[in-house]
């Protein structure tokens, strides 16, 4: 039993740990994008714009099958209390326990998975804004420069 166990908790910290690395990934990303703006000529801009939104489009269906199983869970909680945990544990009901486990195990792979989604969506939303303010900075300084 100790090995199933320690199976299932290495299997766990490993999935977790991909998922954390994907997310830190996406950030990484997103930084270096806002970093390296400045120095885009409005052709690299827009293929960045473009190849974001492609991102967020790809995963919009996982992202939503993410947001439903969140949900569940969020839903499934209300009806689980401590006490009945911990009633659980004292009768040793197992099948309730590896159940419990088991879906608190598809909430956070779930919630990483929205996690991901909401960072390639603000990577998205970052760089409308930075092709919008030099939309903005253009237009002003052609106003400028007429006047």
Do not use: F, P
Not at 13 to 26: P, Y
Not at 114 to 127: N, Q, W
């Amino acid at each position: 039993m100790t090995e199933t166990i320690s199976t299932k908790m290495k299997s766990l910290a490993a999935g977790m740990h991909q998922h954390l690395s994907d997310l830190k990934a996406s950030v990484d990303h997103a930084q270096a994008d806002i970093q390296t703006a400045n120095a885009k000529t409005v052709a690299n801009l827009q293929a960045k714009r473009e190849e974001a939104q492609a991102m967020v489009e790809a995963r919009r269906r996982e992202v939503q099958d993410a947001n439903a199983r969140v949900r569940e869970r969020v839903d499934e909680k209300k009806v689980e209390t401590d006490a009945a945990i911990a009633e659980w544990k004292a009768k040793r009901e197992a099948g309730k326990l590896e159940n419990r486990a088991e879906t608190a195990e598809e909430y956070a792979s779930a919630a990483l998975v929205v996690a991901r989604g909401a960072i390639d969506e603000a990577r998205a939303a970052i760089l409308d804004a930075v092709a919008a303010r030099l939309d903005a900075d253009q237009a002003m300084a052609a106003v400028a420069s007429k006047g």
